[in-house]
């Protein structure tokens, strides 16, 4: 079973387009996390939340915004997107916020035409 | 907020070698420092971790070492093997915050 799943794999789509991206999972912990890697592999976090509750909220566009409906799932909804979101973008999830050890999906490539 | 800086970007070895990558950190209240790694179209992987109390540790061909008092921390990879080629990050965890380096591409040639 895939411990941190996510959909789609990889999307495509016109700049202005409004789009998600699905996370979920499976290893019963309680803090999820989204990270956006640019073309130079550098990895930086959007987003935390911790039992469904927001914990870190980086400098982001107001045109994402992370939900949790659950702490299972943490979906990210990109709205009027641009060129520059193109990008891969990474769940995760860690037993705590303080625990240590992240871990992460497989990815979604998004790629903003 | 935490800054980690990672060192070389690229790392070319011959197989059998060993490669070190290195990274520094700088606030002091960080106490967990992980290394993680990614292969070509997976997410990254944990390889191991240390603690702020906890100078060495060692899991087979890799070790990790930490310098508190000059916050760095360094990835001993040794008797490196082709499948050993991937991205390499560092990362320094604050709290609840986790900062990444910029990653380290490892290639080792057969």
């Known amino acids: 079973d895939t411990a941190v799943s996510q959909t789609p794999k990889y999307l495509v789509t016109q700049m202005g387009n409004d789009k998600s991206i699905k996370c979920e999972q499976n290893?019963?912990?309680?803090?999820m996390y989204w990270y956006k890697q640019d073309s130079k592999k550098f990895l930086k976090i959007m987003f935390s939340?911790?039992?469904?509750?927001?914990?870190i909220n980086e400098t982001v566009p107001n045109r994402f915004s992370p939900k949790s409906p659950d702490k299972a799932h943490l979906n990210l909804h990109i709205n009027s997107l641009e060129l520059g979101d193109s990008a891969v973008y990474f769940c995760?999830?860690?037993?705590?916020?303080?625990?240590?050890?992240?871990?992460f999906g497989e990815g979604s490539r998004l790629t903003v035409l | 907020g935490e800054n980690v800086e990672q060192h070389p970007s690229t790392l070319s070895v011959q197989e059998g070698d060993s490669a070190v990558i290195k990274c520094t950190y700088s606030?002091?209240?960080?106490?967990?420092f992980p290394w993680y790694k990614q292969e070509l179209g997976k997410g990254p992987q944990l390889i191991i971790d240390?603690?702020?109390?906890?100078g060495e540790k060692k899991d087979q061909r890799i070790a990790v070492t930490l310098n508190k008092t000059a916050k760095h921390f360094s990835l001993h990879i040794t008797e490196t093997q082709p499948e050993d080629s991937a991205v390499y990050f560092c990362?320094?965890?604050?709290?609840?915050?986790?900062?990444f380096g910029a990653g380290t591409r490892l290639t080792v040639k057969p």
């Open positions: 995760a999830s860690s037993p705590s916020p303080n625990t240590g050890e992240l871990f």
């Open positions: 290893l019963g912990h309680d803090t």
């Open positions: 939340y911790n039992n469904k509750e927001l914990i």
């Open positions: 606030d002091s209240a960080s106490n967990y």
């Open positions: 240390i603690r702020s109390n906890v």
């Open positions: 990362a320094a965890l604050k709290r609840n915050d986790m900062r």
